[in-house]
């Protein structure tokens, strides 16, 4: 029985790492250039009622990226808005506080 429970427990911490891992992996892999097909959607008295296909693609394909997109100057200010919350439920996208982004202490 505890060769039973030694096994469990070491398949558990070798899952838990493999997360972990795919987790800052993606977090490396984070492009903001590709939330740039967003912006039009931010754009002053923009009436776009839902973002286009290719930007919600786009942002779809990077999963947890918002934290790293808000630490772009070019593009902070639209993804640190409230209508960021609106794009990522439109999208079907997490979109974080930006309080809860690590380091975040507002746009340039």
């Known amino acids: 029985m505890n060769t039973?429970?030694?096994f469990v427990v070491a398949m558990s911490v070798v899952a838990i790492t493999l997360m972990v891992e795919m987790?800052?992996?993606m977090a490396v892999d984070c492009d903001s250039s590709k939330f740039e097909p967003c912006i039009q959607y931010f754009a002053d008295g923009a009436s776009l009622p839902t973002p286009d296909a290719p930007c919600c693609e786009n942002?779809?394909?990077?999963?947890?990226?918002y934290c790293e997109y808000i630490k772009d100057p070019k593009i902070c200010k639209y993804v640190a808005s409230p209508r960021?919350?609106?794009?990522?439920?439109a999208c079907r996208v997490e979109t974080p506080d930006p309080?809860?982004?690590p380091g975040f202490t507002g746009c340039p």
């Open 99 to 101: 309080s809860s982004c």
């Open 4 to 6: 039973q429970h030694a």
């Open 59 to 65: 942002i779809q394909g990077q999963p947890g990226c």
């Open 84 to 89: 960021a919350k609106e794009l990522g439920t």
């Open 23 to 25: 987790h800052l992996g």
